[in-house]
């Protein structure tokens, strides 16, 4: 019986309980409102703690955010995030702000008795930087012209609305001169310098502008080229004077480089059509220059379609190269240049002019040197196989039939004494003879063909190749071998260098009546050869 009673009045007092709670008012949820963090120029992190759902579901709850105080979901001017529903700590991300901007927070709860606020916090979003950009090195440099560019390599929290290049002529040049625009965003960007002068000293930086300012790269520097100079004489199809000074040509080249006046030195280029290489490739140093070439290099068949050209150097680069103008050469003065020239014998020899150089046109007769002492005169075939001093001959020693026309035959040795040819001759030196094949003859293939005298009055049939466009007249005075005996007369024009190969021989130049070609052989140096001199220049 007890027992009944102690379980009636436990439900009794349950029933009280439950009474007395369902008879508590209901209320809106009892929220706060977390500090801000983590704040930039258009975010920002915050949140709240539902503390209490007054009595009733909570069923939304976030943030929301204005520039104005007291901030409400319903306000037009606000911004407000949801984040889940009942009790609890939340987390809300605000984003879509305005940099440099102060901001109004409060947290939010909802249940059915209505929406309750937290406490009101404030914060100032980050400010937005100048951008961050590096200027690119100047290329492609003309005399008017160049490229540049730069890099943006941050925009500072803004957007890039311009970018570009700025120069002057003064330091740390700025937007309110001279500049390109080059779009927006970042990255890199190149731009086109226009409308420079020439030989002149241009600052350049690169800009980036955003809400905060326009920023400036690095500082670079470049120097714009010459421009053409004026090319004075010869002029575009003007004919080179050639002067005469005593037994010497003068040719000059006229500039004027007024118009690159801070340059240090300059390039004169001039060239000779068909040639492999350049007559002059020079540096000089005259702002105005005058070039006088000596000595008879301009063969007449050579006189036209020259050309020439210049250019500066500043700064350490070679600017542009001129226009190219094209000249023409004038007969040379012959009065300048020996159409003869006479041994100590009194033998007269006609001349030849090709190119740069001045020959004999005959073969060398002399019996003396040209000190007036006599050369050795060799009959006998014993003793010239065992000469090891200057000796000459005639082909089969008959004077009488050869000396006039094919000349005599000189052993090395008596090319060695440098006193065979006339006072301001010599013997041609290989680099003599491979200037003349090489360089003017278009190589050994062709050039005894052009050397030797065409037809066949001295030449043996069939003289094959012959022209003798360059005047040069190769005669077939044939050899005596270091044997001291003959050969080949009418047949092969072989005619010694001074070079010496080795100490039993020597460096000499053949042509075949059977070739075309010319031959760079080395010969014993008691071999005996035909001579022709070159002049000394």
Known sequence: MKHLQKIALILILLIILFMIKSCKELTP???????????????????GDVKDDGGSEVIKRGLC??????????????????????TGIFTSYLTGLTANTRYYVRAWALNSQGISYGNEVSFTTNPILLAALTTTAVSMITATNAIAGGNVTSDGGGAISARGICWNLMSNPTISGNKTNDGNGIGIFISSITGLQHGTTYYVRSYATNNAGTAYGDQVCFTTNCISPDLISPGNNGVLDNGCNGIDEIMSWFFDWSNCPNATSYNLYVKYPGAKNPTLDIIITDSEYLFSQRNAWIAYQLRLGWTWKVRALLNGEWGEWSNVRIFNVEPLNTDCFPKKVNDIDGNEYNTVIIRTQLWMKENLRTTKYNDGSFIYNIRDNTEWSNLKTPGYCWFNNDSASNKNIFGGLYNWYAVNTGKLCPVGWHVPTDTDWTTLINEYLSGMNVAGGKLKEAGTEHWASPNYGATNETDFTALPGGFRYSNGLFGRLREVADFWSSSENSTSSALDYGIDNLYEKINRDSDPKNGGFSIRCIKDY
Do not use: C, K, M, Y
Not at 37 to 45: D, K, N, Y
Not at 65 to 84: E, I, K, L, Q
């Open 29 to 47: 949820p009892v929220v706060t409102t977390f500090n801000v963090s983590e704040v930039t120029q258009t975010t920002a992190i915050s949140g």
């Open 65 to 86: 955010w204005g520039t104005g105080p007291n901030p409400t979901t319903t306000t037009t001017a606000s911004d407000h995030s949801r984040d889940g529903a009942g």
